[in-house]
């Protein structure tokens, strides 16, 4: 383990689902921001999509720290100096703090009163969409995992969320943990180790993890609002319905980073150097399917990913839309008609501004080697069966 002065200060919010740590979590990344704190942000949640979990690890706990473990050092080589995750975790052991082993863990635990727990739950819920015949047995595990992280030790501190908007809880956290080096961090200023390190990236050796792993991994792309989530979400799970074991990967939740990399400001090189070390992990669970989505848009990024992944036979697809269909996915976008995906830069956005998003789009680039799937006019399923047959996925 790297001595202690050399670890990374990282904080975990957890706790129920309902309770609202990731609005918090990204309240408080957005704060740092602004303050001018050198940080990284991480849904965790996000980092173990793999299916089917293998009987060691039912939960995907393990993998999840694993993952989480594999990304600090890429973090902290492209310059941040502090950073703020959010997930689930065990509601009675907690967290695998030694998987993580480059970073200084503090948990917070945020909890509500069951009743105003369960009515945030069932908003949630239905905000989603999600049909209201799973509603009941889903919120009494909810309300069974609350109890159990009540009755837990393993949180360094417990946040009480009742009553409070989400200024309010961010407020509590800063005050419940105000050792936690990463809120004085942005006081202190930009110093310059960590300037040197924002341009210090080495790639090639923050490749290494995920130089030996193969298999078969499909990279959805397109422009922003195409639907490369939710086609890509819908191919993933086919792999699942005809019990392949795959796991599902979204680009835009690997590179949340602030202050930007100069000269990369999607931060394609933090992306692949996180993606490398989560498929790695993902491989060595026993997947040798992978579903990547997100935005690549050139030659020179594509390159990136496949030099993260030289094992591994990378097949890209690229999704199209006519400019009047993207311009009314985007336009569902403003109001949440998605997931609620944390750093979404279209939710909430004026319609003016989405409005003319897809004129300022490129429909195809034509430069791009692989598969081009014409989205307009067709479901969900229907392009994510395209796409599927054109890989030889299984039906599913």
Request: hydrophobic share 40%; glycine share 10%; net charge negative.
């Amino acid at each position: 383990m790297p001595p202690a002065t050399s670890l990374i200060p990282l904080l975990w919010l957890c706790g129920p689902a309902g309770v609202g740590k990731s609005t918090v979590s990204w309240q408080l990344f957005t704060e740092l921001t602004q303050d001018g704190a050198h940080i990284a942000f991480a849904d965790t949640d996000q980092l173990c999509m793999c299916y089917p979990a293998p009987p060691s690890d039912p939960g995907r706990e393990y993998l999840k720290a694993q993952n989480l473990g594999a990304m600090i050092p890429n973090y902290r080589a492209a310059g941040a100096r502090c950073v703020i995750v959010n997930g689930v975790v065990d509601p009675v052991a907690g967290i695998y703090r030694d998987l993580i082993p480059d970073a200084a863990v503090t948990v917070c635990r945020m909890r509500a009163d069951r009743d105003e727990l369960a009515r945030r739950f069932i908003s949630r819920h239905r905000s989603w969409r999600r049909p209201d015949d799973e509603l009941e047995n889903v919120l009494t595990f909810t309300l069974a995992e609350a109890d159990a992280m009540d009755a837990s030790t393993f949180a360094d501190v417990v946040v009480d969320t009742s009553g409070a908007p989400p200024p309010e809880v961010a407020a509590r956290v800063r005050e419940s943990c105000s050792d936690w080096p990463g809120f004085s961090a942005a006081q202190e200023g930009p110093d310059g180790a960590a300037d040197s390190q924002r341009t210090g990236l080495s790639m090639p050796g923050h490749y290494r993890s995920g130089a030996e792993a193969d298999g078969n991994i499909v990279m959805i792309c397109g422009p922003a609002g195409v639907g490369k989530s939710t086609i890509g979400f819908q191919l993933y799970m086919r792999y699942l319905s005809a019990g392949v074991m795959a796991g599902y990967i979204d680009l835009g939740q690997l590179g949340f980073l602030a202050p930007g990399t100069p000269g990369d400001e999607c931060e394609h090189q933090l992306r692949a150097a996180n993606l490398a070390g989560m498929w790695q992990n993902c491989h060595a669970a026993g997947a040798r399917h992978l579903v990547v989505t997100g935005r690549v848009s050139s030659d020179a990024e594509v390159k990136l990913y496949r030099d993260a992944l030289p094992a591994a036979t990378i097949t890209l697809c690229y999704l199209t839309a006519g400019r009047a269909e993207l311009t009314r996915r985007v336009m569902s976008r403003r109001d949440g008609g998605s997931w609620p995906e944390p750093g979404d830069q279209l939710c909430g956005q004026p319609a003016e501004f989405l409005a003319g998003l897809a004129d300022r789009t490129p429909g195809t680039t034509g430069a791009l080697e692989g598969i081009t799937i014409d989205t307009d006019g067709r479901s969900v399923a229907e392009s994510a069966d395209l796409i599927a047959a054109a890989l030889g996925c299984p039906a599913g």
